[in-house]
Every structure is written in structure tokens, then in C-alpha cells.
């Protein structure tokens, strides 16, 4: 999608992202709530697949983030599976009543100096974060 954007003495173009969101299998309700959101919004385009395409249809759609039930997650690994094949992605897992919900990424960091100091300070940024105070989701 692109947006022309004129001022008086220029002429710009501003480009504007695509989200492209692949939403697995989800209660019918639940569905229905993230259909209505999404098409409230321009820039997102949502495609609906069932658990076993998921990865599939990311890969076909060119999807940056992908959303599954909680239950689907937690019973097949779905999350991992699909993490695995698109590194990039994000995936928000919704628990069944739409209450609540978690994004899992997989993220490559690379390490800058690889050494033996180099991957102690990197280790260290990982676990402290890069203020010295603990990363969020480590262990305490």
C-alpha cells in the first residue's frame, strides 16, 4: 500500500508497511472479535488457516505474525513448529475465552566479539539485559 503525500514545495511518497497476520484455528467467536478488529485497520491484512497449514500459509502469505489458541499451543507445540520454519515471525497465542494472551518470538541476536569474553558479556546482556538489571522472562 502506498500513500502519496504532497506539501507545498515537494512531493513525497510514504510507504506503509503491510502487516500480514495468519490466524490458526481459534474458537468461532474469538474469530469473529480479531476479523472485526483487524478489518478496522488498513495497513493489516489477515488470512484464516487451520492449525495443520499454519506454517504453510505463513510462508505462502509472507506473514509477520501469526495468531493460535492457547490450547493448540499448549497441546501440540503448534508454536514451536512454526517458530522454527519462520524465525521472524511473532506469534501471539490467545487463550479460548480471548482473556488473555502472550507473543513468542524466536529471535537471533548474533554475538559482535566472538571469544571467550565476548560470549560472557554476551551471556551476561541476555540474562541481565543491557543495563545490568535482569532481562524480562529470565529466572531470578
Given at each position: 500500500?502506498?500513500?502519496?503525500?504532497?506539501?507545498?514545495?515537494?512531493?513525497?511518497?510514504?510507504?506503509v508497511k503491510?502487516?500480514?497476520?495468519?490466524?490458526?484455528?481459534?474458537?468461532?467467536?474469538?474469530?469473529?472479535?480479531?476479523e472485526g478488529a483487524l478489518k478496522l485497520h488498513p495497513d493489516i491484512e489477515f488470512l484464516h488457516t487451520d492449525n495443520d497449514h499454519l506454517s504453510r500459509a505463513a510462508a505462502a502469505f509472507g506473514a509477520d505474525a501469526a495468531i493460535v489458541a492457547e490450547a493448540a499451543a499448549r497441546n501440540t507445540g503448534l508454536h514451536r513448529t512454526v517458530l522454527a520454519d519462520h524465525p521472524d515471525l511473532k506469534m501471539f497465542v490467545v487463550?479460548?475465552?480471548?482473556?488473555a494472551a502472550h507473543m513468542l518470538e524466536l529471535r537471533r541476536t548474533p554475538v559482535v566479539e566472538v571469544s571467550p569474553t565476548g560470549l560472557v558479556d554476551a551471556i551476561r546482556t541476555a540474562?541481565?539485559?543491557?543495563?545490568?538489571?535482569p532481562a524480562r522472562g529470565s529466572h531470578q
Open positions: 500500500m502506498v500513500i502519496a503525500a504532497a506539501s507545498l514545495h515537494t512531493h513525497a511518497e510514504i510507504v503491510v502487516i500480514r497476520v495468519v490466524v490458526g484455528d481459534v474458537p468461532r467467536i474469538l474469530r469473529e472479535i480479531l487463550t479460548d475465552e480471548g482473556r540474562v541481565l539485559g543491557p543495563h545490568g538489571s
